[in-house]
């Protein structure tokens, strides 16, 4: 989240934020696919509404592999004047020598922010819009298209001209042009390679080469394949999707690499560039637009959500406080305060305000899909019920928003029940988003539940060309080695139970290595030192949970008492029988329930584990009759 200057400034900017709509006519205009929310005139908003339809249709013409994303609707907000405009950029642009923005493409989680400014000047004002609306459009080609061409294409697009009966595209950047002309060009095979962890993507001088090459490449190649009637982007495309390797895909498509370096370094030294010119109309018809005027505190609930996501916290509370003050039942502003509190890391106080706000409109499917979210996290077992109705009803509400789905895969999982369903849940979810990695982890922890270790490694795998970040790689790689350990595990646990089980003559079940996998969950947690007296209690087991890779609690039931115990490490406990001989593998994770036992614990303090107290760490279970 970036650092505010001082309080000063903050309370300034959220006065004249406020003070910025006070005096404002707000219209909304909703064409089929966009929403625009001006301050200037209903004129200008339809004008607007009605580039971007058109945008939108060149986008669909021309690029197979684009997709809308009606889960996370766009939401373009049209300002009038620079003032408008600053009052809602991230504040990183607000000191003195930064950029002068013209507009900003926002993505966030749950919805796509446009903000532009309608007296922008210069050749081409909204290239930055352009530009991240082509990544935008082209995330459901994450899976195949490489870096080069991702951002290939978004360069290509970005200085797009719709005019009135054509489209022209692909117009040469000078600074790109420049900056080839007077560096030696990266030889094709390695910008073929580069992923989000190269230097070449993240080193400032590396990174504006691997651009400007990006943009070359891929402008020749569009234009030398329009002059000559030929499809060979479509054909590497394709090659790609097949799941072969950039540079042997680019071979067989392009042809003789060196030959293309060789027609690349000519290309970026010639005095002029073709345009693309697109002559398919893109016609827009306003009379499928609706246009209607809208409150003061209607528009500023909006803004108060684009100026939370871009970490401008403190004046978004600011304007959310104005607004529910002349507007107590807007629901967008608790929904809004809700991730506000959910930022602050305030679960409850989350849940309540989205709880209010489901309340006041039963039809957003994120105040359903939040109040649930924040349910499960806070780990509330109590309400489950109206978790997974709030969860079924934001699928409902909204069929494309993936977490709807993802979360309620994670219900189940959390609660070892439906999980075949639950895969079929990750399966949406990962459809509808598919360079999420999260939702790709989830899915292997519903298949390690079920005990498909292949399978799951495979998920993990195969999301590995999509990390974004050196982090993202780690954490892949961190949990395909956790889930082979534990398959390994789980198949040493089957060879030792048998052997086991033919010499418990004297009912000693051995170590837990006779388990099968325990159910997966979230992230385990660090195990304490095992310090302090050791505690005996003995009672009725119950309530057992097990979350993957290794944690089990358990409830210790006594004559008016019940006691919460659990360990980290499910395979350090020591399992005996006191005169209980084994009938077959002991699992633990399902055969503990309603079994009388001797257990020996360490006492802690202050513990939940997944959302409940605990009051000790387990050491050993002696199981009796």
């Not at 509370?317 to 002349?326: F, G, I, K, N, P």
């Not at 949406?428 to 399978?455: E, G, H, K, M, W």
């Not at 418990?504 to 030192?529: F, W, Y």
């Amino acid at each position: 989240m970036h650092k505010y200057l001082a309080a000063a400034f903050l309370m300034v900017a959220a006065a004249s934020a406020s003070a910025a709509s006070s005096d404002s006519h707000w219209f909304e205009i909703h064409s089929p696919n966009f929403v625009v929310l001006t301050d200037s005139s209903e004129k200008a908003g339809l004008h607007v509404a009605t580039q971007f339809e058109r945008m939108r249709a060149v986008f669909h013409a021309k690029m197979p592999a684009a997709a809308d994303d009606p889960g996370s609707p766009v939401v373009v907000i049209a300002l009038k004047d620079k003032k408008g405009f600053q009052a809602l950029e991230p504040a990183g642009y607000l000191g003195k020598g930064q950029l002068d923005l013209a507009g900003l493409f926002l993505q966030t989680p749950n919805k796509n922010y446009v903000l532009l400014r309608l007296d922008a000047d210069g050749d081409h004002p909204y290239a930055t819009i352009y530009h991240e609306y082509t990544h935008y459009m082209l995330r459901g080609a994450a899976a195949w298209m490489p870096l080069w061409l991702n951002e290939g294409m978004a360069e290509f697009y970005q200085n797009t001209e719709i005019q009135d009966k054509r489209v022209l595209l692909g117009e040469a950047s000078s600074d790109d042009i420049y900056y080839l002309r007077q560096n030696a060009l990266l030889p094709i095979p390695t910008i073929l390679q580069v992923n989000y962890s190269s230097p070449y993507y993240h080193e400032e001088q590396k990174g504006s080469m691997f651009y400007a090459e990006s943009w070359a490449l891929t402008h020749y190649i569009i234009l030398t394949d329009a002059a000559a009637k030929t499809h060979r982007l479509q054909d590497y495309a394709q090659l790609l999707i097949k799941g072969q390797d950039p540079v042997a895909a680019a071979a067989q498509a392009f042809g003789d690499l060196k030959q293309l370096q060789v027609g690349l370094a000519r290309y970026v030294q010639q005095d002029t560039f073709r345009l693309y010119q697109m002559d398919t109309p893109t016609v827009a018809s306003e009379t499928s637009f609706s246009v209607e005027s809208i409150s003061t505190p209607q528009a500023d609930a909006i803004r108060a959500d684009v100026l939370l996501n871009n970490s401008r916290s403190k004046e978004a509370e600011a304007l959310l406080d104005t607004v529910l003050h002349e507007d107590p039942n807007n629901a967008l502003a608790h929904e809004t305060m809700g991730f506000l509190k959910f930022q602050e890391n305030d679960i409850p106080a989350a849940k309540q305000w989205f709880g209010q706000a489901v309340q006041l409109d039963s039809g957003s499917y994120l105040a359903h899909f939040y109040y649930a979210a924040m349910s499960l996290q806070i780990g509330d077992t109590g309400h489950d019920a109206e978790i997974e109705s709030s969860l079924r009803t934001a699928i409902k509400l909204n069929p494309s928003f993936a977490a709807s789905y993802d979360s309620l895969a994670w219900f189940y999982l959390s609660r070892h029940e439906k999980l075949d369903e639950a895969h079929m849940l990750n399966v949406d979810a990962v459809t509808l988003d598919p360079s999420n990695i999260n939702y790709r982890l989830n899915a292997a922890d519903v298949l390690a539940a079920s005990q498909d270790f292949t399978n799951a490694i495979h998920v993990l795998t195969s999301a590995e060309p999509l990390a974004k970040n050196p982090a993202e790689t780690v954490l892949l790689e961190s949990r395909i080695s956790q889930i082979k350990q534990y398959q390994a595990q789980a198949a040493r646990a089957e060879e030792s139970a048998r052997a086991v089980t033919q010499n418990a003559l004297d009912g000693n079940l051995g170590h837990a290595t006779t388990m099968t996998a325990p159910v997966p969950g979230k992230a385990q947690e660090k195990e304490e030192p095992v310090t302090g007296p050791h505690r005996v209690m003995s009672g009725v087991l119950g309530g057992v949970t097990c979350v993957y890779p290794s944690t089990i609690i358990f409830d210790v039931k006594q004559p008016g008492k019940t006691t919460s115990l659990y360990s980290n490490s499910l395979l350090d406990i020591d399992f005996t029988a006191e005169n209980v001989t084994p009938q077959g593998n002991l699992n633990p994770c399902a055969d503990l329930d309603g079994m009388k036992a001797r257990v020996t614990y360490v006492e802690v303090s202050n513990k939940t584990i997944v959302g409940k107290a605990v009051a000790g760490q387990i050491l050993a279970v002696e199981l009796s009759k």
